[in-house]
């Protein structure tokens, strides 16, 4: 049949057609459909188009395929209804479908009918789409141009296939603009990623409605710049909103103070609004992207003393929360009480796999990953990162395995040579490189096998690694930064200094880095026992005007953060004594402090074990020791490497 559409033999191809349907009508394909329903438009056989269609199978007449073509048989004969019928009825509606309506529309010249259709629809278009909307407005009668309505449909037809210069110009030259022309110009700068063009449109509407004002707000939330938030703001508070009236407009205005990252505004007009899930949801993420996790906590707990219902996302916010704070206890009152139901859900179940590798449970991570029955590669990437941070390198390397090739890539890679890393696996990581194609050996893939062999003092290996990917770039700050803490552990003063030589003359204007690499220069001179040359370096490092990341440990106890070195803390005297009071006691059991841990020169009124007592993760350890009963798990969670002098402490404490 297709053989003889194409050679113009439509009539032959119809009747073939039909020889069949009288044999057996159920062997007719839908191929065979659209190919007789094609030469009755070809051939203007209308009639027999018809025939065919009221013959089909209600499954047929769902097909969109044959849909496309029904509608191109009933425009052709003039039945508009008929054509539009089809195209309003059908589960499936296609771009294809649409472009065969606008088009019988526009060559019967029936534009306003054709413009009203399309702003009904929300279709993806194409350049077919926008040649035949562009036709219409060409064959409208000049008197049609006058009428706000439909210009203002057909401006709502540019915007849709993407054409905005053309929508601009259109609505340029409307003479009398409403608001509703307007807030369909804004929404079209939105849709097309030019939200600033939105924003000042905005500020040429003399009395903008709820409507505008929602459009307006979101243009600042999606722009998400300090400019938007202030102007969002100015805007806002002009205005005399009645919180039971304009709950949406509330709501718009939250979302621009939560989007630009505005915490105090967004609490402020979070404690006055009718809150929902939504609302709940924002705020926990915003808390939880402030590093707030505890503030996420009691506003989960908030939410329900409200009667809400935490749905699938709040969990998982809350989860990433949890998480954040990494405490087992803590993850397991607050999860106790979730839906079970909720356990099928794939973003729960990798967030679950997450929490529990972070807080030592890697077994619930194994758990959660068997309940999956077809595991995507996040899955897969979360299972082993929970093995690799709890020391069971050789079980992240056998899920590492089982992952079928197609899912393979650059995440995926990257926890299995960190999880090599932790576990000091250093053939299998080697293996896993090695194995890497060269084109998908990324940046962060290299920077991780040269951590991998530079935490066991493989460093001629790391510079050769190094060397190899600087071949075909330009170098990497992280690489050098992992090769130099580990030199710095290694107390290998001068492949520090080479290795801060280099990220001094590649780097010379990142400010930040540089800072980070004097500490751990100044670290390795330090663990070596050149105290006056650290002394050197940190001033340099204190002269600079980036921030130093502060060693920080914090632990749960009782439901409850505690942060080491919090000043409001009511045990923070006792907590010094006790750190004291148990040094003494483990240097009796032969328990000696390493002054080569102390990375400054000591003040008059200073000790080494005063020092060493004032680290972070052992004020952790002693809090809780201080607690009645003493917990029977001890879980510390630190921003930064524990030193080897606690390293050692805690040994003997055990």
């Given at each position: 049949?297709?053989?003889?559409s194409?050679n113009?033999?439509?009539?032959?191809?119809?009747d073939?057609?039909?020889?069949q349907?009288?044999?057996?009508k159920?062997?007719n394909?839908?191929?065979?459909?659209?190919?007789?329903?094609?030469?009755c438009i070809?051939?203007?056989?209308?009639?027999?188009?018809?025939?065919?269609?009221e013959?089909?199978?209600?499954t047929?007449?769902k097909?969109p395929?044959?849909q496309?073509?029904?509608?191109?048989?009933?425009?052709?004969?003039?039945?508009?209804?008929?054509?539009k019928?089809i195209?309003?009825d059908?589960?499936?509606?296609?771009t294809?479908?649409?472009?065969?309506?606008?088009k019988g529309?526009?060559?019967?010249?029936?534009?306003?009918?054709?413009?009203?259709l399309f702003?009904e629809?929300?279709?993806k278009?194409?350049?077919y789409?926008?040649?035949?909307?562009?036709l219409?407005?060409d064959?409208?009668?000049?008197?049609?141009?006058k009428?706000?309505?439909?210009?203002?449909a057909?401006?709502?037809?540019?915007i849709?296939?993407?054409?905005?210069s053309?929508?601009?110009?259109?609505?340029?030259?409307?003479?009398?603009k409403?608001?509703?022309t307007?807030?369909?110009?804004?929404?079209?700068?939105i849709?097309?990623?030019?939200?600033?063009?939105?924003?000042?449109?905005?500020?040429q509407?003399?009395?903008?409605s709820k409507?505008?004002?929602?459009?307006?707000?979101?243009?600042?939330?999606?722009?998400?710049?300090?400019?938007?938030?202030?102007?969002?703001?100015?805007?806002?508070?002009?205005l005399a909103i009645?919180?039971?009236e304009s709950?949406?407009?509330l709501?718009?205005?939250?979302n621009?103070?939560?989007?630009?990252g505005d915490?105090?505004?967004?609490?402020?007009?979070?404690?006055?609004?009718?809150?929902?899930?939504i609302?709940?949801?924002?705020?926990m993420?915003?808390y939880?992207?402030?590093?707030?996790?505890?503030?996420?906590l009691?506003?989960?707990?908030r939410?329900?003393?409200e009667?809400?219902?935490?749905?699938e996302?709040?969990?998982?916010?809350l989860?990433?929360?949890?998480?954040k704070?990494?405490?087992?206890?803590?993850?397991?009152?607050?999860?106790?009480?979730?839906?079970?139901?909720?356990l099928?859900?794939?973003w729960?179940?990798v967030?679950?796999?997450?929490?529990?590798?972070?807080?030592?449970?890697?077994?619930?991570?194994?758990?959660i990953?068997?309940?999956?029955?077809?595991?995507?590669r996040?899955?897969?990437?979360?299972?082993?990162?929970?093995?690799?941070?709890?020391?069971?390198?050789?079980?992240?390397?056998?899920?590492?395995?089982?992952?079928?090739?197609?899912?393979?890539?650059?995440v995926?890679?990257?926890?299995a040579?960190?999880?090599?890393?932790?576990?000091?696996?250093?053939?299998?990581?080697?293996?896993?490189?090695?194995?890497i194609?060269l084109?998908q050996?990324?940046?962060?893939?290299?920077?991780t096998?040269?951590?991998?062999?530079?935490?066991?003092s493989?460093f001629?290996?790391?510079?050769?690694l190094?060397?190899?990917y600087?071949?075909?770039?330009n170098?990497?700050i992280p690489?050098y930064?992992s090769?130099l803490?580990s030199?710095?552990?290694?107390k290998?003063?001068?492949?520090?200094?080479?290795?801060?030589?280099?990220?001094?003359?590649?780097?010379?204007n990142?400010?930040?880095y540089?800072?980070?690499?004097?500490?751990?220069?100044?670290?390795?001179y330090?663990?070596?026992?050149?105290?006056?040359?650290?002394?050197n370096?940190?001033?340099k490092?204190?002269?600079?005007?980036?921030k130093?990341?502060a060693?920080c440990?914090?632990?749960?106890v009782?439901?409850?953060?505690?942060?080491?070195?919090?000043?409001?803390?009511p045990y923070?005297?006792?907590i010094?004594?006790?750190s004291?009071?148990?040094i003494?006691r483990?240097?009796k059991?032969?328990?000696?402090?390493d002054?080569?841990?102390?990375?400054r020169?000591l003040?008059?009124?200073?000790t080494?074990?005063?020092?060493l007592?004032?680290?972070?993760?052992?004020l952790?350890?002693v809090?809780?020791?201080?607690?009645?009963?003493?917990?029977?798990?001890?879980?510390i969670?630190?921003?930064?490497?524990?030193?080897?002098d606690?390293r050692?402490?805690?040994?003997?404490?055990i």
């Amino acid at each position: 049949m297709k053989k003889l559409s194409d050679n113009g033999q439509f009539k032959k191809a119809i009747d073939l057609y039909e020889d069949q349907v009288k044999k057996d009508k159920n062997q007719n394909t839908s191929l065979a459909v659209n190919q007789a329903l094609k030469s009755c438009i070809d051939l203007d056989d209308i009639k027999r188009g018809k025939y065919i269609h009221e013959n089909l199978s209600s499954t047929r007449k769902k097909n969109p395929f044959i849909q496309a073509n029904l509608i191109r048989l009933y425009m052709k004969c003039g039945d508009y209804e008929k054509s539009k019928q089809i195209f309003i009825d059908s589960n499936n509606k296609t771009t294809n479908m649409l472009n065969n309506i606008l088009k019988g529309l526009a060559d019967n010249s029936r534009h306003e009918e054709a413009l009203n259709l399309f702003k009904e629809i929300d279709i993806k278009t194409d350049e077919y789409t926008f040649k035949f909307g562009q036709l219409i407005l060409d064959r409208m009668p000049k008197e049609f141009h006058k009428n706000i309505v439909v210009i203002t449909a057909a401006l709502q037809m540019f915007i849709k296939c993407g054409d905005i210069s053309k929508a601009e110009e259109l609505f340029n030259a409307i003479e009398n603009k409403n608001l509703f022309t307007f807030s369909t110009m804004m929404n079209g700068f939105i849709l097309n990623k030019q939200e600033q063009r939105a924003i000042d449109l905005f500020f040429q509407i003399k009395k903008p409605s709820k409507a505008i004002l929602r459009i307006f707000f979101n243009a600042c939330a999606q722009l998400q710049t300090e400019n938007a938030l202030t102007v969002g703001k100015n805007v806002f508070d002009q205005l005399a909103i009645d919180s039971n009236e304009s709950k949406d407009v509330l709501n718009m205005a939250l979302n621009i103070f939560i989007k630009c990252g505005d915490l105090k505004s967004a609490e402020c007009l979070f404690n006055r609004i009718d809150r929902t899930i939504i609302c709940y949801g924002s705020m926990m993420k915003l808390y939880n992207i402030k590093d707030q996790p505890e503030k996420t906590l009691e506003l989960f707990q908030r939410m329900k003393q409200e009667t809400l219902i935490p749905d699938e996302i709040c969990y998982v916010l809350l989860i990433d929360a949890l998480s954040k704070i990494g405490d087992l206890s803590l993850g397991q009152s607050f999860l106790c009480g979730m839906p079970k139901h909720f356990l099928s859900n794939s973003w729960i179940q990798v967030a679950l796999i997450d929490i529990w590798g972070k807080v030592g449970s890697p077994d619930k991570s194994k758990e959660i990953f068997d309940m999956i029955e077809h595991p995507d590669r996040v899955a897969f990437g979360a299972m082993i990162n929970a093995y690799g941070l709890n020391g069971m390198g050789l079980e992240a390397i056998e899920s590492f395995n089982r992952i079928p090739s197609n899912m393979l890539d650059n995440v995926i890679y990257i926890c299995a040579l960190n999880a090599c890393s932790h576990s000091a696996l250093i053939g299998q990581a080697w293996e896993i490189f090695e194995k890497i194609p060269l084109n998908q050996r990324t940046e962060q893939i290299y920077t991780t096998m040269v951590d991998t062999i530079s935490r066991v003092s493989l460093f001629d290996q790391a510079l050769e690694l190094i060397d190899e990917y600087e071949q075909s770039h330009n170098p990497s700050i992280p690489m050098y930064m992992s090769i130099l803490s580990s030199a710095r552990n290694a107390k290998n003063v001068s492949l520090s200094e080479k290795v801060f030589h280099c990220i001094e003359s590649n780097f010379p204007n990142n400010e930040s880095y540089l800072t980070s690499a004097r500490i751990l220069l100044a670290n390795a001179y330090s663990l070596s026992g050149n105290k006056l040359t650290s002394s050197n370096v940190r001033v340099k490092v204190n002269q600079s005007s980036e921030k130093k990341v502060a060693g920080c440990s914090w632990t749960v106890v009782n439901g409850k953060r505690f942060r080491a070195h919090e000043k409001s803390n009511p045990y923070s005297s006792q907590i010094f004594k006790e750190s004291t009071r148990l040094i003494d006691r483990l240097i009796k059991h032969g328990y000696k402090p390493d002054e080569s841990w102390i990375t400054r020169e000591l003040n008059d009124c200073e000790t080494v074990e005063s020092v060493l007592c004032g680290h972070s993760e052992r004020l952790a350890i002693v809090f809780n020791l201080l607690q009645r009963p003493i917990p029977t798990r001890i879980q510390i969670v630190q921003n930064l490497r524990i030193c080897g002098d606690c390293r050692k402490w805690k040994n003997y404490l055990i």
